[in-house]
């Protein structure tokens, strides 16, 4: 794949056929999803978003064992996230119900920790060595440095330099932990250098795949090669254009030069959307071809009960207001009219009609910002509006500012363990008892660092967000303090959204990756946040500008039937109000799809207003 010019394109909706019943699992798929299942190894899935990219991958597998009696055990699959992870779980378990193995699904590190628990030795740790949590990494950190702010800026540091990254393993080694980003270096490194080893997984696990190869990076890419070997068992599945992690060291490189790196491979492309109105396709199509990674790149609309009936608002529309408290104000009124009225002062006010109560639930929708900095207006409101909503990043839960200080609170009344392999990738249940061990002992340490502090503390703001951020997981996890604490280090922030939580989501551009919602508000559609322009930075190269455009991609298509852009005129941005306006992104999008402009709506007059009584 290559950088090219793919303008213009415009798609066409095409239902898939039906395919013939046949007896095989893989009845009901559609042909390109068809192919993709039944293809030879080494194979690459190119799967735009919404073409069900997780259902080939499962379909994959449940067709190899139960049409071709391959053992479920000898099945590896990689997600990047635990929530992915546990859905292939969930779903391989109701397509092959009556295994005596199950496929192995976990993360890249979830993958690390297993390969060091069982081959500890071989990189001298203990049999129960521990992961480190941030708490224990800046402790760490100090020891090393002699202080506080020292340690800090070592930890900083850490990605960048390879001096202060080993001088910190070293130092955590010696006390038997691993931190999280050892968790793939590690075995990587191990698995390079003992060739017998390397070879003893490959014949355990001979068939390999890989969710989202598009964010792979070179370390984990040198730990998916020794286990994959010439890959003749290895199944890739991803999209170039949805590559937004080079931040963190992903090379969407990797993608690209699958076929070089695995003679013989298959690609197959799915293009068919399920998920998305049609507008929201053609608007998501035209906003990547400017530097879209896939050639002659297309999408087929599928889900026609989202197509815009005549009369109705568009699926897409773009609103500017004069700044981002307007724009919030405006977000806020938008959510509580598409919701027939949240509440009494809404119907009273005229904001909402009430007619379309009942037909979308707050958890339908979500906000998407470019940086958490956007959320603080946004959040706010909501919050005068009377409408809960739920907040994550992308970061890593244990990096979340006031989990660290939970951690440790929580570590005076129990000493920390780790869990073993198994507890690991055990699913999660949502129905375990309020009551357990975990939850009990989380808002033990919520209430007792806010009473140490004094509820004026500004850290106690912090302190209560992660309280609420962990008690989804704290739930799940009930007793098992021991797999509470690894999840903690194994996950990130959208790993904790609670499905039952009956609320707006609030994510950034980068969380958002892997969800859909009914209504996807895209807030800061601006100059300065897309593409993201730092204060005093140099300009943007073209590859960043690139990525930023993928952001933009991800962030569209993860609407199904209502898409709502905005963006302010003016935006304070570091302590100074500075101009704003439209990204130069939006000019490759037919402003005939945004339909005509959204201003603030009007009060109703009195004689129009619902009766309470």
């Known amino acids: 794949l290559s950088l090219h010019d793919a303008l213009p394109i415009s798609p066409t909706t095409a239902p898939a056929p039906p395919s013939p019943a046949t007896g095989s699992v893989l009845d009901g798929l559609d042909p390109d999803q068809h192919a993709a299942a039944v293809a030879p190894g080494p194979l690459l899935i190119i799967a735009g978003p919404g073409t069900g990219k997780t259902r080939t991958l499962t379909y994959r597998i449940a067709h190899q064992i139960l049409d071709h009696g391959s053992p479920a055990g000898s099945f590896l699959a990689i997600t990047f996230t635990r929530r992915a992870a546990q859905e292939m779980r969930d779903r391989l378990a109701v397509l092959c119900p009556s295994q005596n193995d199950e496929p192995t699904v976990t993360t890249f590190h979830g993958l690390g920790l297993r390969i060091l628990r069982e081959h500890h030795a071989g990189v001298g740790l203990p049999a129960q060595f521990a992961v480190a949590d941030e708490a224990t990494r800046l402790a760490a950190a100090t020891e090393l440095t002699g202080s506080d702010r020292d340690a800090r800026k070592l930890l900083a540091a850490v990605p960048e330099d390879p001096d202060a990254s080993q ?4 130092h955590l080694a010696a006390r038997d932990l691993v931190d999280f980003d050892s968790l793939v270096e590690i075995p990587a490194a191990l698995l390079s250098e003992n060739l017998a080893l390397a070879a003893g997984l490959r014949a355990r696990w001979p068939r390999v795949s890989v969710d989202e190869y598009q964010d792979i990076d070179p370390v984990q890419y040198t730990l998916l090669r020794a286990i994959a070997g010439d890959g003749t068992g290895l199944t890739a599945i991803g999209d170039p254009d949805q590559s937004i992690y080079g931040f963190r060291g992903a090379d969407v490189g990797i993608f690209a030069r699958f076929a070089a790196d695995f003679s013989g491979a298959t690609t197959v492309e799915l293009s068919r959307n399920y998920r998305s109105a049609p507008a929201i396709v053609t608007a998501a199509l035209q906003a990547i071809a400017p530097t879209t990674l896939v050639p002659a ?6 889900n026609h009960a989202a197509a815009q009936a005549p009369g109705q608002d568009p699926a897409v529309t773009l609103h500017e207001a004069p700044d981002e408290h307007a724009e919030a104000a405006w977000i806020a009124a938008t959510i509580d009219q598409l919701l027939g009225g949240a509440s009494f002062h809404s119907l009273d006010s005229g904001r909402a009609d009430g007619h379309a109560h009942g037909k979308l639930g707050l958890a ?3 906000v998407l910002y470019r940086t958490d900095a956007q959320a603080t207006s946004l959040g706010q409101a909501l919050t005068r509006a009377g409408l809960p909503y739920q907040k ?6 244990a990096r979340r500012a006031g989990v660290p200080d939970i951690i440790r609170e929580m570590r005076l009344e129990t000493p920390a363990r780790l869990d073993t392999p198994a507890s690991l990738d055990t699913p999660a249940s949502l129905d375990t008892p309020a009551s357990g061990d ?31 951020l962990l008690t989804p997981l704290a739930r799940r996890c009930g007793p098992d303090l021991d797999r509470f604490r690894t999840e903690l280090s194994l996950g990130a922030e959208p790993d904790a959204l609670d499905p039952r939580a009956e609320a707006i989501t609030l994510l950034t551009l980068h969380a958002a990756k892997g969800l859909e919602f009914d209504v996807v508000f895209l807030a800061g559609c601006e100059k300065g946040l897309l593409p993201l322009r730092l204060p005093g930075s140099a300009e943007t190269n073209e590859g960043d500008v690139a990525e930023e455009r993928r952001l933009l991609f991800v962030a569209l298509t993860r609407a199904r039937a209502k898409l709502l852009l905005s963006c302010a005129a ?10 704003a306006g439209r990204s130069p992104f939006l000019s490759a999008i037919d402003p005939k799809l945004f339909g005509p402009p959204t201003p603030s709506r009007p009060r109703k007059p009195a004689d129009r207003q619902l009766r309470l009584l």
Do not use: C, F, M, N
């Not at 790149?297 to 599928?302: C, L, N």
């Not at 994550?392 to 839960?397: T, W």
């Not at 002992?441 to 992660?466: K, S």
């Open 167 to 170: 001088a910190l393993r070293q």
């Open 297 to 302: 790149r297309k999408a087929q609309p599928a």
């Open 392 to 397: 994550r990043s992308h970061d890593l839960l």
């Open 570 to 579: 003016r935006r304070t941005r570091y302590g100074s109000d500075q101009a």
């Open 364 to 366: 339908d929708i979500a």
């Open 438 to 468: 975990a939850l009990q002992q989380l808002r033990a340490a919520v209430q007792a660092l806010a009473a140490a502090r004094g509820e004026r503390d500004a850290t106690v703001v912090d302190i209560r967000a992660a309280g609420e």
